[in-house]
Structures are given as C-alpha cells and as structure tokens.
C-alpha cells in the first residue's frame, strides 16, 4: 500500500522521506486545504528528496472555480514544476455548481503530460460522485484524492468502496480525509492501494504574539477575496491631496 503524505513546509517533507513515506503532495497553506507552494520550497523540495514528489496546483484558496486568468496561472505552473522534475500534478477546477469543469481540467491533464494526474478534493464537492469519476476516467486523470464526500475517509468508507468497485482499474481512488495508525488497516482490508494523510502535530514554536495575523472572514470557501478597486482608488484619492 502507498502512503502520500500531504507536506505543506520543507520540514513535512523531509520527515515524511525520513518515516519511508512512499510519495509527498507538496503544498503550502495546509489550514486554507492547500495552495500551490513557492518555486523556491519545491526547488528545495526535489534537490533533497528521493521519493516522487507531487505539487499542488491551486492558485488560491476557497472554491475550485476559476478565471481564465486563474486558469493560465495554473497552465504556468504545470510547465514550470514539470521542467523542475517533479512527479505528478495535484489539480482541478470545478463549474459554478461543483460540478467537474471537463474541458479546461482535460486541458490541465494534457499539460502534466506525460506526469500522472490526481484529481484534488474538488471532488467532494460535485453533486453526483460516480457521474464525476467516470467524467475523470474520461479525460484521462489517474488518481482522484476523495474522502468519501465527507470530513473522515473512515466514516464515509461505504462510498468510498462504490467509487473503488466503479472505478477497477481504470483510475486510482486516493483515500484521504483523517487517515491514521488507527484506522489506516481499515483502508487496506477494503482493498484500497493508496492512502494519503498529513499526519501533523502542531508544535508551539514562538509565544502567542500580541498581533493577530490570522484573519476568520477569509477561511469562508464559499467566497473569493479581493483587493476592491474602489477601496484602492478611494485611499489613492486621500493621499495625493
């Protein structure tokens, strides 16, 4: 069985090759669910790392439905990780309804060539699952990262089961959602072959600062942040008089 480790910092990594993890997702940002990490952490990343690296292409958080800007940014990104060395894409984009966006997630797929291609939790988002994974088997994407539609792969192991009978050997199901020591056989006794987890520990490092830095409003998935250019032009305004 595989064990992907969900590795949102250079020392995640390097402790997930460090406990033979067999493979890392490489992002930043783990407590937003994930963004495309810095070219300088995944530079650093596969100049120390032996074990296959994966990278996350998420160009910001909250919903998985985005721009064509947005969408270029993701097509820079595949190109500049791939001529890194890097060994598959983490991605995908959704429709306004969570439903799969088939043409520009294919087009994302055609860029990781020939690097394998794991469709991300926007998967748990869509309104019929098994529609879903068959639209994914369709274009061509090897894995799909799912917990079952739920917070807990464990509790939620019924669809996941689904998924993996419909799913045979045409596309990998990628068991996630809090993955552990505990329950990890759980998944493997059900004939899955590949699991994935962040199995952190949240280490206090520094007093809490008299600052907040963390802001609440912007954890909402359900909308996107933006600099407001009346805001902007409004401030403008102020200072050159």
């Not at 192991?157 to 045979?168: F, G, W």
């Not at 802001?215 to 996107?224: A, G, L, P, R, V």
Request: proline share 3%; aromatic share 6%; glycine share 6%.
């Amino acid at each position: 069985m595989i064990l992907e480790i969900c590795a949102s910092n250079y020392q995640s990594a390097l402790n997930a090759q460090t406990a033979k993890a067999n493979r890392i997702e490489l992002c930043s940002e783990l407590a937003i669910g994930g963004i495309t990490p810095s070219y300088g952490l995944v530079k650093q990343t596969l100049e120390t790392l032996s074990i296959p690296v994966f990278i996350l292409i998420r160009p910001r958080s909250g919903h998985f439905t985005y721009s064509e800007a947005e969408f270029n940014i993701m097509q820079h990104n595949i190109e500049l990780f791939k001529k890194m060395g890097c060994s598959g894409i983490v991605s995908g984009i959704s429709n306004i309804d969570n439903t799969i966006d088939v043409e520009r997630t294919k087009a994302l797929i055609e860029i990781a060539k020939p690097l394998p291609f794991t469709f991300h939790r926007a998967f748990d988002w869509t309104p019929n699952p098994t529609e879903a994974l068959e639209q994914l088997i369709a274009i061509g994407a090897d894995r799909v990262l799912t917990s079952g539609q739920g917070s807990s792969g464990e509790e939620h192991i019924d669809l996941l089961i689904e998924l993996k009978n419909i799913a045979r050997n045409r596309i990998t199901i990628l068991a996630c959602g809090g993955v552990n020591a505990a329950n990890a056989k759980t998944f493997k006794s059900n004939g899955f072959n590949e699991i994935h987890a962040s199995a952190s520990i949240m280490n206090d490092v520094i007093e809490m600062p008299k600052v907040k830095m963390n802001s609440e409003k912007h954890f909402k998935e359900n909308i996107e942040v933006v600099s407001d250019t009346t805001k902007i032009k409004n401030i403008v305004e102020v200072i050159k008089n």
